[in-house]
């Protein structure tokens, strides 16, 4: 794992995010930062092993995503900021890298982790409220989740 010079560039808008999409496929990870993560990989909680890289959540759409590619970045934002919002320790940080496996959730597992940019409060205001104003947030098959 390593990391880029410009370390502690910050991304204040889902626009701003949107800009950087196009290239090599981005990621968002919520932990400690770069530089708690680089040199290390993940661990799965549950079953104690360690797992071949850092577990991560895409950021670029899919192709079969016709909605605004905002929504897409709210969603993804979305989906584990729990893990932010229950360790105030962690931050949410956007990089790339090589997928080298998939994590217990079927998530994408990186190796070669470049650091892209940290992504700020109020970014994250903006995509909890895009969420929850563009989707039926919660709502799985059986209905409401608890």
């Not at 400690?32 to 799965?44: I, K, M, R």
Request: hydrophobic content about 30%; some cysteine.
């Amino acid at each position: 794992m390593h990391q880029t010079e410009a370390s502690d560039r910050r991304l204040d808008s889902l626009r701003a995010l949107k800009s950087e999409l196009g290239g090599a496929p981005l990621y968002v990870r919520y932990s400690e930062g770069p530089d708690h993560d680089f040199g290390s990989t993940s661990v799965d909680t549950e079953s104690g092993l360690e797992l071949p890289g850092l577990s991560v959540n895409p950021l670029d759409p899919e192709p079969w995503w016709t909605r605004p590619t905002e929504d897409w970045l709210a969603r993804q934002l979305c989906q584990y900021k729990h893990l932010r919002d229950r360790n105030p320790e962690r931050i949410a940080w956007v990089l790339r890298g090589r997928i080298v496996g998939r994590g217990p959730d079927c998530e994408p597992l990186l190796t070669d982790a470049q650091f892209v940019a940290e992504l700020t409060d109020d970014l994250l205001g903006e995509a909890e409220q895009r969420y929850h104003d563009h989707f039926a947030a919660g709502l799985g098959p059986e209905g409401e989740e608890s």
